[in-house]
């Protein structure tokens, strides 16, 4: 997945056109963007909408577990098993069972919103194979952490690239950009991503779903070098199992021949969503 966008779960007019935008993945919210007063048909609103309608990967996004409205949240979702669940405020293995033992069909995005959460990031992201993904609440942590900018939440995120890929979850999505209007800071923030093993991003309005896209797309030239290289091993006729030269001297090993394979799997997918 590329892109997912959430929706606020107050907002039953925002749902068509949320799916109508072309995520990869809706996220129904029910904890931040819902007032205290509204959390009740936020939740009746999104339920509905999802058992009659939604037919691609969607989420919602339940409050926290030690909320007053969880329980509730829990209940309602079990009547669409359909929906993943988005689990706000994780921070341990402990907390993804104590969900999974309420909603034992549920498939589960762990989000990491605090140091004890990133501290315990594997943990989490192996706490269950219903666990689906794991994502950071960027705001929250840097909050927690005494940080500004993308800069010093450059070893969160790349701690959890590192717990997403040691668990076998592959690449995480990264967080939401809060500025709907600055496309070119959500562009170079995105490709920074990029380059830390993030592998697509959560949005908060459609508009900045292109440039998501756009963003996290390889370069024409990372994908000619990635082709180039598979040509040749096809062409030595070797299988994954040691470090072939190619004939123009470069030394290729299977990590190579893998990731070369991730880029143009990767390529082949976003042709298809255009």
Same mark, same amino acid.
């Given at each position: 997945?590329?892109?997912?966008?959430?929706?606020?779960?107050?907002?039953?007019?925002?749902?068509?056109?949320?799916?109508?935008?072309?995520?990869?993945? &809706? &996220?129904?919210?029910?904890?931040?963007? =819902? *007032?205290?007063?509204?959390?009740?048909?936020?939740?009746?609103?999104?339920?509905?909408?999802?058992?009659?309608? %939604?037919?691609?990967?969607?989420?919602?996004?339940?409050?926290?577990?030690?909320? *007053?409205?969880?329980?509730?949240?829990?209940?309602?979702?079990?009547?669409?098993?359909?929906?993943?669940?988005?689990?706000?405020?994780?921070?341990?293995?402990?907390? =993804?069972?104590?969900?999974?033992?309420?909603? *034992?069909?549920?498939?589960?995005?762990?989000?990491?919103?605090?140091?004890?959460?990133?501290?315990?990031?594997?943990?989490?992201?192996?706490?269950?194979?219903?666990? &689906?993904?794991?994502?950071?609440?960027?705001?929250?942590?840097?909050?927690?952490? @005494?940080?500004?900018?993308?800069?010093?939440?450059?070893?969160?995120?790349?701690?959890?690239?590192?717990?997403?890929?040691?668990?076998?979850? @592959?690449?995480?999505?990264?967080?939401?950009?809060?500025? &709907?209007?600055?496309?070119?800071?959500?562009?170079?923030?995105?490709?920074?991503?990029? %380059?830390?093993?993030?592998?697509?991003?959560?949005?908060?309005?459609?508009?900045?779903?292109?440039?998501?896209?756009?963003?996290?797309?390889?370069? *024409? +030239?990372?994908?000619?070098?990635?082709?180039?290289?598979?040509? +040749?091993?096809?062409?030595?006729?070797?299988?994954? @199992?040691? =470090?072939?030269?190619?004939?123009?001297?470069?030394?290729?090993?299977?990590?190579?021949?893998?990731?070369?394979?991730?880029?143009? %799997?990767?390529?082949?997918?976003?042709?298809?969503?255009?």
């Amino acid at each position: 997945m590329l892109t997912a966008l959430y929706v606020p779960a107050n907002r039953p007019d925002r749902f068509a056109k949320a799916v109508a935008a072309g995520p990869d993945l &809706v &996220v129904f919210d029910l904890e931040d963007a =819902v *007032p205290v007063a509204d959390k009740a048909d936020a939740r009746g609103w999104a339920v509905a909408w999802v058992a009659a309608n %939604a037919r691609g990967p969607v989420e919602i996004r339940v409050n926290a577990l030690d909320s *007053p409205w969880i329980e509730d949240d829990l209940a309602a979702i079990r009547a669409v098993p359909q929906a993943r669940l988005r689990v706000p405020k994780v921070e341990s293995a402990a907390d =993804v069972h104590a969900v999974l033992d309420k909603v *034992p069909s549920a498939r589960i995005t762990a989000l990491i919103e605090s140091p004890l959460g990133l501290e315990r990031a594997f943990e989490i992201a192996t706490a269950d194979p219903r666990l &689906v993904a794991v994502a950071l609440g960027e705001a929250d942590l840097s909050s927690a952490l @005494g940080v500004d900018g993308p800069e010093g939440l450059a070893w969160a995120r790349g701690r959890l690239v590192s717990a997403s890929r040691a668990a076998g979850l @592959g690449a995480p999505m990264m967080s939401v950009y809060p500025n &709907v209007n600055d496309l070119d800071g959500l562009r170079k923030t995105s490709q920074e991503g990029r %380059a830390l093993g993030f592998v697509g991003r959560t949005a908060i309005h459609p508009r900045q779903l292109p440039t998501i896209v756009e963003a996290f797309t390889p370069a *024409p +030239a990372q994908v000619a070098a990635a082709q180039e290289l598979l040509d +040749a091993v096809d062409k030595a006729d070797v299988a994954n @199992g040691g =470090v072939l030269v190619l004939p123009d001297g470069r030394m290729v090993d299977p990590a190579m021949i893998g990731r070369a394979r991730e880029v143009t %799997a990767l390529v082949r997918e976003i042709e298809l969503r255009s």
